[in-house]
């Protein structure tokens, strides 16, 4: 057998050792051999631990599914490069999230540049008004309908839409939304307060 045949023979067994023992990997351990090694197919592992979790992510921001895939996949295009700067200082699942945000956030933003940019007077003045309201009773927002809510998801500004559904939808604790978001917790409180606002206040545009 040729030295190539041979080398060819090792990298592949080296690949299916990784792939095999792959599955067992925590996810930060996972992260580690794939920042090591650069290999695309231990990077599918990972892929397939998360690609639902982050389509749904994006589909939240996108509301089309075409659009959500593309998202997903550049979710995943950039998260393989910048894979080495996560440094294990949270769970890489609560990294991811906050990846997956921001990466969503600004795409959505792009697109709304101008659109926010006309508004910016009028939304600085709404956020002292905001701030000086009663908050929302959380029960109110579980009695809202299905179908207007969703309508109204899609009206108010997406770093509000987010946090919403961080919150309502993935369960997830004010903790964890301090370290996706790299807020304290009184920053977090205000923009729940804000954002519940905001929802109630779209949702009754469209009662009327």
């Known amino acids: 057998m040729g030295f190539l045949n041979r080398l060819f023979l090792v990298t592949v067994n080296t690949t299916k050792n ?11 351990d996972l992260v580690a051999q794939i920042v090591a090694t650069n290999n695309t197919l231990l990077y599918s592992t990972l892929y397939d631990r998360y690609g639902k979790k982050v389509y749904n992510k994006c589909y939240s921001f996108a509301r089309n599914e075409e659009e959500a895939k593309d998202l997903t996949q550049d979710v995943f295009l950039k998260l393989f490069i910048k894979l ?8 890489f699942s609560t990294w991811l999230y906050s990846f997956t945000y921001n990466f969503c956030v600004n795409y959505v933003n792009r697109d709304k540049a101008r659109k926010m940019n006309d508004a910016s007077d009028s939304m600085d003045n709404h956020d002292y008004y905001l701030s000086h309201m009663e908050d929302i009773n959380e029960e109110e927002l579980f009695e809202l309908k299905v179908s207007k809510l969703e309508t109204a998801l899609d009206q108010i500004e997406p770093e509000d839409k987010s946090i919403l559904l961080l919150k309502y939808q993935d369960d997830t604790s004010v903790k964890e939304l ?15 307060k804000r954002a519940r606002i905001r929802i109630v206040e779209e949702y009754k545009k469209l009662e009327q």
Do not use: P
Request: glycine letters at 8%; proline letters at 0%; hydrophobic letters at 30%.
């Open 178 to 192: 301090q370290k996706i978001l790299s807020i304290g917790e009184s920053a977090v409180k205000m923009r729940l």
């Open 18 to 28: 990784l792939l095999g023992s792959s599955k067992k990997f925590s996810d930060e």
């Open 84 to 91: 080495n700067t996560f440094k294990g200082t949270s769970k």
